[in-house]
């Protein structure tokens, strides 16, 4: 009878060493997805924004103008962003797991003062020219 209940914690404590390992391998492949996830969809978001800022640069003429792009307000699911444009390019960069992207928008900075700071908490970025300055808010 002891033997019988001594099999059986030993075949319970088995099932629950199973059950803490089939959790951790989930949760490593489920951290491991949302990090690539996470990663080309700041891609995408950069390249969208990048590629209508070079648009905007590229339109002749001395008037101002200005766009108006709708992007996502979380990536990966459930995480922020923000971009900031500067001389150095546009950069991306997820506010919780911290990943970074970037594009150097041709060197848009050698002709035009770039500048300007977005959270993609209002699901929109709006992008103004006006002179030789390009600003996104």
Known sequence: MASMIFEYALLFMFGVI?????VAVFRSYE???TS???NDQLEEVNEY???NIIKLA???????SSLVLWVPKKIGGSEGYT???SSSGLNSTSLLTRVSKHSELFN???TLNLSG???SGSGNVIIYKTGNQIIIS
């Open 18 to 22: 199973i059950f803490i390992s089939s």
């Open 31 to 33: 951290s491991y997805f």
């Open 36 to 38: 690539v996830s996470v």
């Open 49 to 51: 924004v990048g590629s």
């Open 58 to 64: 590229e339109m002749t003429g001395g008037e101002d």
């Open 83 to 85: 971009m900031e444009l």
């Open 108 to 110: 848009l900075s050698r």
């Open 117 to 119: 700071k977005v959270i």
